[in-house]
C-alpha cells in the first residue's frame, strides 16, 4: 500500500507544470518547461512545440491520461519537434512564468489551472486553445502593460460560437509561409513555428492547407484538414490534434524536402 502511495505522489507532482517563458511577440513564444520539482527542463520555441513537449512530458510519468491518440495526416511524420532538454538552477522566466496543472486529458484536449503572477491570479482552462488563449492574454498584459483581460480571453471569437460559425461557414486558406493573422487574429506560423516558416521560404518548400471548421465542442475545435501539396484530408478532433496534424506536414516537408 505504501508502494501504491508513493508511485500515486510522484505521478500527482508530475501533473504540474513550470513554463519559464523567456521571449513572446504576436504568437511566438520561446521558453523552458519544467515537470513536478525537476529543474531539467525542455526548450521550445513555439506553442506547438511546447504543446508537442507537454504531452510528452505527461506521456513519460502516464498522468493525466490521453484518452485519445493523436492523428498524423497519411504521408507525414510522427516525430515533429525533437525534445531540447537543459538544467538550470532557476525555474523562471526572463519574462513571465506561468504554473499549470493539468487534471485531465479528454476529448483530444487539456484541462487543468492556470497559475501566475507568483500564484496571485488563477484561472481555470477547459481546452488547449483556452490554454492558449489566456497564456497570450497573460503575456500580452505583461508585455504591453495592460491589465488581463480574462473573461476577453476565454470569450474570444475563436471559442464563441455565435460569432465563430458566422466567419467559417467555408475552408479558410492557410500557408505556413505567410506570416499574417487568420481568421480570429490566430497566426498559424507562428504558432506552428516562425523558424520552420523562414526555412520553408528560403528553400522555396511550401506547407499549404484547407481548413474547415464544423463543431465548437468542448471549447475546441473539430472539422476537417486538407494538405494540398500531399492531396490528403483527416478529421481532426481538437485544435491540438490540428496542430499535430499541421507540424507533421511541416517536419515532413522540411525533412523530405
Request: hydrophobic residues 40%; charged residues 25%; contains cysteine.
Amino acid at each position: 500500500m505504501m508502494a501504491i502511495g508513493r508511485m500515486s505522489g510522484v505521478r500527482e507532482l508530475n501533473r504540474y507544470l513550470t513554463i519559464a517563458v523567456d521571449s513572446y511577440d504576436d504568437w511566438d513564444i520561446g521558453g523552458v518547461i519544467f515537470q513536478g520539482d525537476s529543474f531539467k527542463g525542455v526548450r521550445f520555441c513555439s506553442f506547438a512545440e511546447m504543446m508537442i513537449n507537454m504531452d510528452r512530458l505527461f506521456d513519460s510519468v502516464g498522468a493525466p491520461k490521453q484518452t485519445f491518440q493523436m492523428r498524423n495526416l497519411p504521408g507525414t511524420t510522427s516525430e515533429a519537434f525533437q525534445m531540447r532538454s537543459i538544467k538550470t538552477a532557476e525555474k523562471k522566466g526572463k519574462l513571465h512564468t506561468i504554473h499549470i496543472y493539468l487534471r485531465f486529458r479528454y476529448h483530444a484536449s487539456w484541462q487543468g489551472t492556470m497559475l501566475w503572477d507568483d500564484g496571485k491570479q488563477k484561472q481555470q482552462f477547459e481546452s488547449e486553445l483556452q490554454f492558449i488563449l489566456l497564456t497570450d492574454a497573460i503575456l500580452k498584459g505583461c508585455t504591453e502593460g495592460k491589465t488581463v483581460d480574462l473573461q476577453k480571453a476565454l470569450s474570444h471569437p475563436a471559442v464563441s460560437s455565435d460569432e465563430f460559425f458566422n466567419v467559417s461557414g467555408k475552408y479558410m486558406e492557410l500557408c505556413m509561409t505567410d506570416d499574417t493573422e487568420n481568421a480570429f487574429g490566430l497566426n498559424f506560423s507562428r504558432i506552428i513555428s516562425h523558424k520552420a516558416a523562414d526555412t520553408l521560404k528560403q528553400n522555396g518548400q511550401k506547407a499549404s492547407f484547407s481548413l474547415k471548421v464544423m463543431f465548437l465542442e468542448h471549447f475546441t475545435w473539430q472539422g476537417i484538414l486538407y494538405w494540398r501539396e500531399g492531396k490528403v484530408q483527416l478529421p481532426f478532433r481538437s485544435f491540438k490534434e490540428m496542430i499535430y496534424m499541421i507540424s507533421s506536414v511541416v517536419e515532413t516537408t522540411l525533412t523530405d524536402g
